[in-house]
C-alpha cells in the first residue's frame, strides 16, 4: 500500500480561524456586539502557558476581545471560584475557558462546574456533556480537541460514516468519551479501549478509523493499524532527542511526538494526523469557533456551523 495521507490540521485550523474571523466581523458590524474570550490560568506550567498565549493571540486574530488572567500557583480554589463568578456575570465576556492540569488544591471538576454552561466554550460542563450525550450536539459546546478531530475526519470520509468500525484509545472526559459521541453521532460503530483492555492491538487492526489518545509515546505501532485505516493521533509528548544534542544550559533537547509511531503507522493508514501539525492547532481553532457560537447565542443569531 502507498504511504498514507498526511492530513494537514495546521492549513484546516488557519481556515477555520479565517471563517470565524470573517463571521466575526459581519456580526460585529451588524449587531454591535465583540465575542469576548476569557482564559484563565493558574500557576507556571510551562506547556500551560504556552497553549494559553496562543489562545490569547488567536483571539485577538479573531476579532475578539481577549482576556488573559495569570493566577498564582498557590491561588485558593475560593479565589478561583470568585473570578468565574465574576466572568459569569460579565456581559462582555461570552466564552470562559480554564487552562488545565490546575494545581492540586484545586477542585478541577468543582471549578468546572462553576462555569455558566453558556459561557463553557471548552465543553466540559455536565450540561455541555449531557448534550452532547443525548444528540443534541447543536446546542452542545463539543470540546475543542474531539470537535476539531472530528473536523480532520469528515474532511476524509465524509459526514456519514455508516458501517465503519472506530476504536477511541483512551477514556478521559475531555478527549475520548465525547469522541465517541461525536463518531457515534455520524453512526460509526465505536468502541472505547483503554489500559485494561484484552489484546488492544487486535482490536485496532479492527479499525477503519483509530483515534489515540493514550498520552503514551508512540504506542500505537504498525501492528496496531488496518490496511487503509483513517488515523487521528491525539498524543502530544515531550520526549529527550539526545540526537538533536543540548540547550545551552546542559539540558538535552526535547522533540515533540505523538501516540501514535507516525512513520510506522503511515505504512499501513490511507491518512494520518502529524504531530506536531495534526490535531493540536485545530484545539485552538474549535475554540475560536465555539466562542463565536457563544456571542452568536448571545445577540439572537443562528451561529454558523463548523
Ligand atoms: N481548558 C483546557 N485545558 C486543556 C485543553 C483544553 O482543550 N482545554 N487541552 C490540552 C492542551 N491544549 C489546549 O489547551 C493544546 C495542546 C496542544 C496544542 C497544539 O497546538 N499543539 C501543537 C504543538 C505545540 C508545541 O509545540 O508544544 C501541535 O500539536 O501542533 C494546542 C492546545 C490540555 N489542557
Redesign the pocket.
Known amino acids: 500500500m502507498a504511504e498514507a495521507r498526511r492530513i494537514d490540521?495546521?492549513a484546516r485550523a488557519a481556515r477555520i480561524i479565517e471563517e470565524v474571523t470573517a463571521a466575526t466581523s459581519s456580526l460585529t458590524a451588524e449587531t454591535g456586539l465583540q465575542p469576548g474570550l476569557a482564559v484563565v490560568i493558574v500557576g507556571e506550567d510551562p506547556?500551560?502557558q504556552?497553549?494559553?498565549g496562543?489562545?490569547a493571540k488567536r483571539a485577538v486574530e479573531c476579532g475578539f476581545k481577549s482576556v488573559k488572567h495569570v493566577l498564582d500557583a498557590d491561588t485558593s480554589e475560593a479565589a478561583l471560584l470568585d473570578l468565574i463568578a465574576e466572568l459569569n456575570a460579565d456581559p462582555d465576556i461570552h466564552g470562559i475557558?480554564?487552562?488545565?492540569?490546575l494545581p492540586p488544591q484545586i477542585d478541577e471538576g468543582k471549578v468546572i462546574q462553576a462555569i455558566d454552561a453558556d459561557k463553557d466554550v471548552?465543553g466540559?460542563h455536565l450540561v455541555n456533556v449531557g448534550r452532547l450525550s443525548t444528540g443534541a450536539i447543536d446546542e452542545a459546546f463539543v470540546?475543542?480537541?474531539p470537535a476539531g478531530s472530528m473536523i480532520l475526519i469528515r474532511d476524509v470520509l465524509g459526514d456519514d460514516l455508516s458501517g465503519l468500525n472506530a476504536v477511541i484509545v483512551g477514556r478521559s472526559n475531555?478527549v475520548g468519551k465525547p469522541m465517541a459521541q461525536l463518531l457515534l453521532a455520524a453512526n460509526a460503530t465505536v468502541t472505547i479501549a483503554h489500559s485494561r483492555t484484552k489484546d488492544l492491538p487486535a482490536l485496532c487492526r479492527n479499525a477503519d478509523i483509530l483515534v489515540a489518545a493514550v498520552g503514551r509515546p508512540e504506542m500505537i505501532g504498525a501492528d496496531y493499524v488496518k490496511e487503509g485505516a483513517v488515523v487521528i493521533d491525539v498524543g502530544?509528548n515531550?520526549i529527550d532527542a539526545p540526537e538533536k544534542g543540548n540547550n545551552p544550559d546542559g539540558s538535552v533537547k526535547t522533540r515533540?511526538v505523538g501516540d501514535v509511531a507516525f512513520e510506522a503507522a503511515s505504512q499501513k493508514a490511507a491518512a494520518i494526523t502529524p504531530?506536531?501539525?495534526?490535531?493540536?492547532?485545530m484545539?485552538?481553532a474549535m475554540?475560536m469557533a465555539n466562542t463565536l457560537v457563544a456571542a452568536c447565542r448571545a445577540a439572537g443569531r443562528t451561529p454558523p456551523r463548523f
Open positions: 490540521g495546521k506547556a500551560s504556552v497553549y494559553v496562543s489562545k475557558l480554564v487552562q488545565l492540569p471548552d466540559f470540546p475543542c480537541t475531555i502530544i515531550r515533540l504531530v506536531p501539525g495534526g490535531v493540536g492547532p484545539t485552538i475554540l
